[in-house]
């Protein structure tokens, strides 16, 4: 069994390895008659592919989106959309020296043994290059979201020891597609910048932490026990390529509270139930509550590193790989819109199965 669909009503199906001819999908249970805004969904794309600035790797493609089905007169017919992205600026022979060694912490290993077999131009299948069929669906379920009101935003909050100290009700989150980064505090931003540039010229890699927001989300998506909200944007956020840690609302930092300090405490405001303040993130019980969500993503710096270090081929031959090719050393800021896709997939999916709730 090899799981390549996410979602339960609202399904996405990714097909694609970085140096294979496409990378797209099959969204099947969009609903229909939602206008399908195209500059909007390559917006989106635009924030995700490579070579947008110095920092991200530098591979050249405009991840242009070819639809094939499920759209008629710019609008959603409720049909499977079909969709591709097709590959054009695959450098394969830089993974010459990749084939048989296996990059440190790299999937190539547990692939190898799990199938037998791997294309390892560029990473294959576990190249970071498939989230393009997430951020085409992410596009298409904000649009519906956008509807109902929904909004999402995701902002980098830190990279390496670059830590945004306040929380996000303290920044203009209108402002996070003014830098590169995609920080919403522009000085802090100049200074990740920097260090992102400096880590990329020693050949290495850095990490660090995606933080989102999801406004105007309904009271009620969720269900209570295996299917509770935050379990569903956990498994999606996790789910991305690099992604090692998520908590949402105070999550860890809630440890260090009393109950009664942690406690969001109920009251009346003109006959309509609020909250004093919002620590549970949105969902209490597993299920949203109606205020905002708020979740915090942490990424690993990615493995591949353009340096030596000691290894072992397929035989388990003990080598030295210095690994080629354009990478990314800092993913956090490519990785903006695609937290914000797999969270608008989550939200649009959990919308349409709480419908199935009561009459
Ligand atoms: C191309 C993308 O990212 C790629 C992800 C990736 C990897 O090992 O994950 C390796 C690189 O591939 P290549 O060597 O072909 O440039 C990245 O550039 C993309 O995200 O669109």
Redesign the pocket.
Known sequence: MYNNTFGNLFRLTSFGE??GKAIGGVIDGFPAGIVIDMDFIQQELNR???GQSAIT???K?A?EVEFLSGIYEGVSTGCPIGFAVWNT????N??DNMKDVYRPS?ADYTYTEKYGIRDH???GR????E??ARVVAGALAKLALRQLGIQITAFTSQVGPYILEKDYTQYDLTRIEENSVRCPDQELAAKMADYIYKIKGEGNTIGGVISCVIKGCPIGLGQPVFGKLHAALGNAMLSI?AVKGFEYGQGFGSMEQKGSEQNDIFYNENGKIALRTNRSGGIQGGISNGEDIYFRVAFKP?A?VLMEQPTVDRLGNETILKAR????PCVLP?AVPIVEAMAAMTILDYYLLNKTTRL
């Open positions: 970085s140096h995700r592919r490579p790797t530098a591979r493609e991840d600026n695959q450098h394969s830089d993974y790299h131009r560029g990473g576990s190249s970071a290059r989230t393009i390529n990615v591949t090719g354009r990478h990314d490519r």
